[in-house]
């Protein structure tokens, strides 16, 4: 009975006490994904990978074109082939099909490393703005995730002009 009455007391002083402390703080959020796309140090990174990666993507479209022209000419001339053409034109779409499946399982794998590498340099900038534009704000405290956050309390443009100043 004694502690109830205590608890009691302790939670109405919070309660009063706790809008007062609220009144003081400031909160911020960053939409992390608007930073990724819309800043100029992401825009940069995703076209220092499409030239990076833009080759050897048009040489995987090119084989695609080639291997469906080799399985049109198998399906429409196949009938007509001897047996040792057929099974060697087979043999050489199964070699290229192999060689092509290769190459895209290489491509996706060193451009998903290299995706990584640019966001993470990017995140890691956008990290220490968002650090100075709390320092310098006076910040208590900024949000990257939340499920609903008010347009009020939204810095992601700041953020996004940080980046974009901050050569």
């Known amino acids: 009975m004694k502690f109830s009455r205590?608890?009691?007391?302790?939670?109405?002083?919070?309660?009063?006490?706790?809008?007062?402390?609220?009144?003081?703080?400031?909160?911020?959020?960053?939409?992390s994904d608007r930073v990724m796309r819309e800043s100029t140090p992401a825009v940069q990174a995703q076209q220092r990978l499409e030239k990076e990666f833009?080759?050897?993507?048009?040489?995987?479209?090119?084989?695609?074109?080639?291997?469906?022209?080799?399985?049109?000419?198998?399906?429409?001339?196949?009938?007509?082939?001897?047996?040792?053409d057929r099974s060697k034109k087979e043999r050489e779409f199964s070699d290229l099909n192999r060689d092509f499946q290769r190459r895209q399982r290489e491509f996706r794998e060193d451009l998903n490393q290299r995706r990584n590498?640019?966001?993470?340099?990017?995140?890691?900038?956008?990290?220490?703005?968002?650090?100075?534009?709390?320092?310098?704000?006076?910040y208590d405290i900024i949000f990257q995730e939340a499920v609903y956050a008010s347009p009020a309390i939204d810095i992601t443009d700041k953020v996004i002009k940080e980046l974009d100043g901050a050569k």
Do not use: Y
Request: with cysteine; hydrophobic share 45%; glycine share 6%.
């Open 6 to 31: 205590v608890a009691l007391i302790v939670g109405c002083a919070l309660s009063l006490v706790a809008p007062a402390v609220m009144a003081d703080s400031r909160i911020g959020f960053v939409n």
């Open 54 to 84: 833009s080759k050897r993507d048009g040489e995987l479209q090119n084989m695609a074109k080639e291997l469906q022209g080799m399985k049109a000419d198998l399906e429409k001339n196949g009938l007509t082939l001897s047996a040792s």
């Open 117 to 138: 590498e640019e966001l993470a340099t990017v995140l890691d900038r956008a990290n220490k703005a968002v650090k100075a534009i709390a320092e310098r704000e006076k």
